[in-house]
């Protein structure tokens, strides 16, 4: 068993990642709107101290974490360190005296305090110097709001301000005109501008490997061949593959001795990994972190489904936020890649079982719940293991990630 949580990115001003927003789900069945959010927290907290632990979801960042009055009351954030949580108060929570006191006793205790979904009333000026993070709902706050927000908060420098449902790159510069600190949506996965760019002889040595490796009949001397025209390519594949996720008894020491000890599948994975890491290299991080996770969550879903070809089902996945990579509609760089009709077709058409997997995958990076259950009951998926098959892909793509570093 596992955390039973999804989570959002939140990026600073660089789109590099501050932090993630755990969205909590409770175990199998029932989506969050039919819990009560004392209880949501409550379990929240249990399930990452006792059970499960925050590391997998987190790493080395903070994870914003909602409290209501009656949690707060119960002292809650202090069962999580301080290092580790924001502690985010309900937008449902009503200021009053007794959130004062609430506030500024975990302030003196270190924690980070921010407001969810703030709607501006002069009775939080009390609550200003307590307060590091305010979040606002972008898209439902004039811009008028927001500057009598900002005038409000002018003599409290440390408060920043988060920009929540942040989903174009144009509502993002606007958010970082008027002075946002963090942002909060998928914005950075969505392209930019629509535009070819041309891959670098880097990129066309990786997608020639990735089209020797996806025929049936793999011919092992002449990969060996293309791998010894690329030093930096060959070291990054005995790296990987002396790396701590194979558990090698003895080391890897020739092109050749790596290919056969990782295997087609292996080998078809980290040339995916490594083609989608060299392309996004001027993107942020997230982007790539948030591939990974996708692949390895659709070939967790392919393995519980049992029908669909599990390789499939993870290069979809890894190639799903192509067109955010390369600023260019996902018709365009489909029509570019030797990838297999299916792939093709649940991306540029969204049609077939790996477009449902895309789905529902989708589902849970929003925390959308309901839609998730009912996607997981209509593709006749076992529902107590597919939030297993999320946090597996969330702990491999932490792997991943150290071992594809330079």
């Given at each position: 068993m596992y955390f039973y949580a999804a989570r959002q990115p939140i990026l600073d001003r660089n789109k590099e990642l501050y932090a993630y927003e755990l969205l909590f789900r409770d175990g199998l069945e029932n989506a969050f709107p039919d819990i009560d959010g004392d209880e949501a927290t409550s379990r929240m907290i249990e399930g990452s101290q006792f059970s499960y632990g925050l590391d997998d979801f987190l790493g080395d960042k903070p994870g914003f974490i909602n409290f209501t009055l009656e949690t707060l009351q119960k002292n809650y954030p202090s069962m999580l360190p301080k290092e580790q949580v924001v502690v985010e108060i309900l937008e449902t929570v009503q200021p009053g005296k007794r959130l004062l006191a609430l506030c500024q006793q975990l302030k003196e205790q270190g924690y980070v305090l921010a407001l969810d979904d703030y709607i501006h009333q002069p009775v939080w000026r009390h609550f200003y110097p307590f307060i590091d993070i305010i979040k606002?709902?972008?898209?439902?706050?004039?811009?008028?709001?927001?500057?009598?927000?900002?005038?409000?908060?002018?003599?409290?420098?440390?408060?920043?301000?988060?920009?929540?449902?942040?989903?174009t790159n144009e509502e993002f510069q606007l958010a970082l005109d008027m002075g946002f600190s963090y942002f909060q949506g998928y914005f950075f996965s969505k392209p930019e501008?629509?535009?070819?760019?041309?891959?670098?002889?880097?990129?066309?040595?990786?997608?020639?490997?990735?089209y020797e490796t996806s025929k049936s009949d793999m011919d092992l001397g002449k990969?060996?061949?293309?791998?010894?025209?690329?030093?930096?390519?060959?070291?990054?594949?005995?790296?990987?593959?002396?790396?701590?996720?194979?558990?090698?008894?003895?080391?890897?020491?020739?092109?050749?001795?790596?290919?056969?000890?990782?295997?087609?599948?292996?080998?078809?994975?980290f040339l995916s990994l490594l083609f989608t890491a060299q392309?996004?290299?001027?993107?942020?991080?997230?982007?790539?972190?948030?591939?990974?996770?996708?692949?390895?969550?659709?070939?967790?879903?392919?393995?519980?489904?049992?029908?669909?070809?599990?390789?499939?089902?993870?290069l979809t996945g890894l190639m799903s936020l192509m067109d955010a990579i390369l600023d260019e509609p996902i018709e365009s760089v489909m029509s570019k890649l030797p990838l297999a009709k299916e792939i093709k077709e649940a991306l540029v058409e969204k049609q077939g079982i790996l477009a449902d997997f895309m789905q529902l995958i989708?589902?849970?990076?929003?925390?959308?719940?309901?839609?998730?259950?009912?996607?997981?009951?209509?593709m006749q998926l076992p529902a107590a293991q597919v939030p297993d098959a999320y946090h597996t892909a969330i702990q491999w793509t932490n792997?991943?990630?150290?071992?594809?570093?330079?």
């Amino acid at each position: 068993m596992y955390f039973y949580a999804a989570r959002q990115p939140i990026l600073d001003r660089n789109k590099e990642l501050y932090a993630y927003e755990l969205l909590f789900r409770d175990g199998l069945e029932n989506a969050f709107p039919d819990i009560d959010g004392d209880e949501a927290t409550s379990r929240m907290i249990e399930g990452s101290q006792f059970s499960y632990g925050l590391d997998d979801f987190l790493g080395d960042k903070p994870g914003f974490i909602n409290f209501t009055l009656e949690t707060l009351q119960k002292n809650y954030p202090s069962m999580l360190p301080k290092e580790q949580v924001v502690v985010e108060i309900l937008e449902t929570v009503q200021p009053g005296k007794r959130l004062l006191a609430l506030c500024q006793q975990l302030k003196e205790q270190g924690y980070v305090l921010a407001l969810d979904d703030y709607i501006h009333q002069p009775v939080w000026r009390h609550f200003y110097p307590f307060i590091d993070i305010i979040k606002i709902d972008f898209r439902s706050t004039s811009t008028d709001t927001i500057q009598q927000v900002k005038t409000a908060i002018a003599e409290f420098p440390q408060i920043k301000l988060l920009a929540e449902k942040v989903e174009t790159n144009e509502e993002f510069q606007l958010a970082l005109d008027m002075g946002f600190s963090y942002f909060q949506g998928y914005f950075f996965s969505k392209p930019e501008m629509m535009q070819s760019k041309a891959l670098s002889p880097a990129q066309m040595t990786l997608a020639e490997l990735l089209y020797e490796t996806s025929k049936s009949d793999m011919d092992l001397g002449k990969i060996t061949e293309v791998f010894q025209r690329d030093v930096h390519l060959s070291y990054k594949l005995l790296r990987y593959s002396n790396s701590a996720i194979f558990k090698r008894r003895a080391e890897i020491e020739t092109i050749k001795q790596a290919l056969v000890v990782l295997g087609q599948a292996e080998l078809k994975k980290f040339l995916s990994l490594l083609f989608t890491a060299q392309i996004s290299s001027d993107k942020p991080a997230e982007l790539m972190r948030m591939s990974m996770t996708r692949a390895r969550f659709a070939e967790g879903l392919a393995q519980l489904q049992g029908k669909v070809d599990t390789a499939k089902a993870f290069l979809t996945g890894l190639m799903s936020l192509m067109d955010a990579i390369l600023d260019e509609p996902i018709e365009s760089v489909m029509s570019k890649l030797p990838l297999a009709k299916e792939i093709k077709e649940a991306l540029v058409e969204k049609q077939g079982i790996l477009a449902d997997f895309m789905q529902l995958i989708q589902y849970y990076e929003t925390g959308n719940w309901s839609q998730a259950n009912a996607a997981i009951a209509s593709m006749q998926l076992p529902a107590a293991q597919v939030p297993d098959a999320y946090h597996t892909a969330i702990q491999w793509t932490n792997e991943q990630m150290k071992a594809l570093g330079d």
